[in-house]
């Protein structure tokens, strides 16, 4: 950012703007905390969900780098020195059946996250458009507060079932907060700032994903007595945000685009920008909503169709698979046992470490966004990950061949993160909304929202069963996919830092009128050739 940008930001920059961007933000930050919190306390909770059902505990063993058999969590992918689980030998068929029926019944309270948030991110666009942005995320948090209420009181009824609903019930909550949040943001914030204020939706995930890892220690919330509580400690985020938004002007985009209230839109924009002269921005918006109104209504259906659309819909979804298909998921499932193999007495608590850092890079990633820009910090994101995956193979294949090599991969774990924190871990969440006029933006958002949760539930589904049957070859299979994603977005990702809309879309104009060219040169040469 250059001297006379960072000035603008900087008047720009107001206690209004901080405000409601907080505020957004806070969806995102429950978002973060319900990925988090249901690891630490599982064994509690199959505990508790054996005696509701009557049915055996499920335990899974597995030998430890000194060779002494310890029990591990189910969801561990592998744990000793041959990369394997070994479950506990049935004694009977009976017993067999029991840990099918909690093996299923836990699966559900873990994946029904993520299907909640499948069904509901394809209602963003419509309930943007028809309350609001501010009323819409308002009305949305009476989900966040019934799932959590839910879970606070499993205790006092069927546990399995009312954790199952409530994350359900979440879940339904996020999907729509993963899009109402970025359409909002990427709205009310000014160009200069656009990039870094987008990246505080990864921050604000990580710092729940933090938050969630520390509380769930058995010495604080994470035990048989205090769980319930955990589980439903972002309610207290969800009741936090539902009284802030009551202080926070709607997206004057939104006013002067959707619903043609010129002066309102002056008011809010005022609010939002200080002292600022809001001409300049009111002549954008003025041009876009000339622009969506020569066109009719995008819906989800028109995005596919419509050639105008094809290359950003493709980029919008790229993204959001490199996020989710990077391996950033596989590195946190094996943190612990690679710590736990390196001889670190407390494993748990080197892996929240690898949340700290997590978190730590996410606020660099704020300031560099906007100096380095959002594709070239994607590029070296993605570039940075496919050598972390390459050395952490290398360091797990060889692990039984070299001690040492267990410190390699140490590193690589730290690496990954911190090269998913620069670049694949936080631009998709705010690219989307960049790429898209007003017209398109909420089915544009839908769409990749419902991506998104589609390879969050993939990823969390066939992790496990892909890393059983790879060992720790699994990291070779991110390797190569994320030399594929960094292939796509070197040739098709555009840089949107410090543009409007309208260039954006100009950009890729200008793409499809190149390619239509070289086709067009394509097909003569091959003409006069015949």
Not at 292 to 311: D, G, H, M, N, P
């Amino acid at each position: 950012m250059d001297e006379k940008s960072k000035i603008q930001a900087e008047k720009h920059l107001t206690g209004t703007l901080v405000l409601s961007v907080f505020t957004a933000v806070l969806g995102f930050f429950q978002y973060g905390y319900s990925l988090g919190v249901i690891n630490a306390p599982q064994k509690v909770i199959e505990a508790h969900y054996s005696r509701v059902l009557g049915i055996a505990p499920l335990e899974r063993h597995a030998t430890n780098a000194s060779g002494e058999d310890s029990t591990v969590p189910s969801t561990q992918p592998w744990a000793g020195t041959k990369g394997t689980l070994a479950p506990v030998a049935d004694t009977s068929e009976d017993l067999t059946t029991s840990s099918h029926i909690l093996t299923m019944y836990w699966s559900l309270s873990v994946s029904m996250f993520a299907i909640g948030g499948m069904i509901s991110s394809f209602t963003v666009g419509w309930i943007g458009d028809r309350l609001g942005r501010v009323k819409a995320m308002l009305v949305v948090n009476v989900l966040s507060i019934a799932g959590n209420l839910l879970m606070g009181l499993a205790k006092f009824g069927p546990s399995h079932l009312l954790i199952i609903t409530g994350r359900a019930v979440t879940g339904l909550y996020c999907g729509l907060s993963s899009g109402l949040v970025p359409m909002y943001v990427s709205e009310v914030s000014p160009t200069a700032l656009r990039g870094a204020l987008g990246t505080l939706h990864q921050l604000a995930i990580v710092t729940g994903i933090l938050i969630s890892q520390v509380l769930g220690l058995d010495f604080l919330l994470g035990n048989d007595e205090l769980w319930p509580l955990l589980l439903s400690l972002s309610g207290v985020a969800a009741l936090l945000q539902f009284f802030l938004l009551l202080l926070c002007p709607e997206s004057p985009r939104y006013l002067y685009i959707k619903l043609g209230k010129v002066e309102e839109a002056k008011k809010n924009l005022k609010r939002l920008r200080g002292n600022c002269d809001p001409m300049k921005e009111i002549a954008e918006m003025e041009k876009e909503k000339q622009e969506a109104a020569s066109e009719k209504k995008v819906s989800i259906r028109q995005l596919f169709t419509s050639s105008k659309y094809k290359q950003a819909v493709i980029v919008a979804l790229m993204v959001q698979i490199s996020q989710q298909f990077s391996g950033i998921n596989a590195i946190f499932y094996y943190s612990t046992n690679i710590f736990e193999r390196a001889g670190v007495d407390q494993p748990v608590y080197a892996t929240i470490g690898v949340g700290v850092v997590n978190t730590v890079f996410t606020v660099i990633s704020v300031f560099l966004v906007e100096k380095a820009g959002r594709r070239s910090l994607f590029l070296a994101g993605l570039m940075g990950m496919l050598l972390s995956a390459v050395a952490m193979t290398v360091g797990l294949v060889l692990l039984s061949q070299f001690a040492w090599m267990s410190y390699v991969s140490m590193v690589a774990i730290f690496l990954f993160v911190i090269f998913f924190e620069v670049g694949p871990g936080p631009i998709p969440w705010f690219i989307v909304a960049e790429l898209f006029s007003q017209g398109p933006r909420p089915a544009a958002i839908a769409v990749a929202g419902f991506c998104n949760w589609a390879c969050n539930f993939i990823v969390g589904m066939c992790f496990q069963y892909i890393a059983d049957l790879c060992g720790p070859y699994v990291f070779v299979i991110f390797a190569a996919l994320l030399l594929v994603f960094f292939l796509f977005a070197y040739f098709k990702v555009p840089e949107t830092k410090g543009k409007s809309f309208e260039e954006i879309a100009a950009v890729f104009r200008r793409k499809k009128l190149m390619a239509k060219t070289m086709t067009e040169l394509e097909d003569l040469r091959r003409s006069e050739e015949a």
